[in-house]
């Protein structure tokens, strides 16, 4: 397994942007998935945006368009970038990661054995 830290959430107005962060401990290498998920108070866990090994990427319909998943090797980070943020984009964000994986949004989620404590994100209307 692999730690993973989140930041970059925080409070935004509707139309906003955040960028989110997740830091890996280390590189995960082979055929690695890593995805962010969000979770709302009373809600299920959701997957919103994964990448692949092969730079695959898969992203919620909710958030096609608006939100951006990307990578940067050398610095062991995923970002997510979200942009025209709406209330309903609200939640705690969870980054997921696994060193042997088919790319998948879905939740429940055994594809990924290493997750980090996630950061908030609040959009207000």
């Known amino acids: 397994q692999v730690q993973l830290v989140e930041s970059g959430g925080g409070a935004v107005q509707a139309g906003g942007s955040l960028r989110l962060s997740c830091a890996a401990s280390?590189?995960?290498?082979?055929?690695?998935?890593m995805a962010w998920f969000r979770q709302a108070p009373g809600k299920e866990r959701e997957g919103v945006a994964g990448?692949?090994?092969?730079?695959?990427?898969r992203y919620v319909d909710s958030v096609k368009d608006r939100f951006n998943i990307s990578e940067d090797r050398a610095k062991k980070t995923l970002y997510l970038q979200m942009n025209r943020l709406k209330s309903e984009d609200t939640g705690m964000y969870f980054c997921?990661?696994?060193?042997?994986?088919?790319?998948?949004?879905?939740?429940?989620?055994?594809?990924?054995?290493?997750w980090g404590q996630g950061t908030q994100v609040t959009v207000s209307s």
């Open positions: 997921g990661a696994n060193a042997g994986c088919v790319l998948t949004l879905s939740w429940p989620s055994y594809a990924y054995n290493s």
């Open positions: 280390r590189y995960i290498g082979g055929s690695y998935c």
């Open positions: 990448i692949d090994a092969d730079g695959r990427k």
